[in-house]
Nanobody, 124 residues
Framework: QVQLVESGGGLVQAGGSLRISCAAS????????MGWFRQTPGKEREFVAA????????YYADSVKGRFTISRVNVKNTGYLQMNSLKPEDTAVYYC?????????????????WGQGTQVTVSS
């Protein structure tokens, strides 16, 4: 019943912007932390950003600080990742995750529910 559906991925030029979304259903979204990971072929899943249930606190990987912004609208059961100043190395499948076992962790095993991902491709 738990479902996280990412959307908004696509092709963008380097330096451009993209916003991806995560629509949650089948679980209580508003009292759970959430986050985003990304993964490229042959590489391990990489932490991108996380946000607390209220949206007050956020946490970013060093590689995206100052460029990406995580947010959420709890009444819509939806989380967002605004990506600015995109670089080719940002190219990946981006995964939404809801439910954090240990705040501040960058380990996928510390996150509970996962979406199927949305492809983001940044061209040079």
């Amino acid at each position: 019943q738990v479902q996280l559906v990412e959307s908004g991925g696509g092709l963008v030029q380097a330096g451009g912007s993209l916003r991806i979304s995560c629509a949650a259903s089948g679980l209580t979204f508003s009292n759970r932390h959430m986050g985003w990971f990304r993964q490229t072929p042959g590489k391990e899943r990489e932490f991108v950003a996380a946000i607390t249930w209220s949206g007050v606190n956020t946490y970013y990987a060093d590689s995206v600080k100052g460029r990406f912004t995580i947010s959420r609208v709890n009444v819509k059961n939806t989380g967002y990742l605004q990506m600015n100043s995109l670089k080719p190395e940002d190219t990946a499948v981006y995964y939404c995750t809801v439910g954090v076992k240990r705040w501040g962790s960058q380990l996928p095993d510390d996150y509970v529910y996962w979406g199927q991902g949305t492809q983001v491709t940044v061209s040079s």
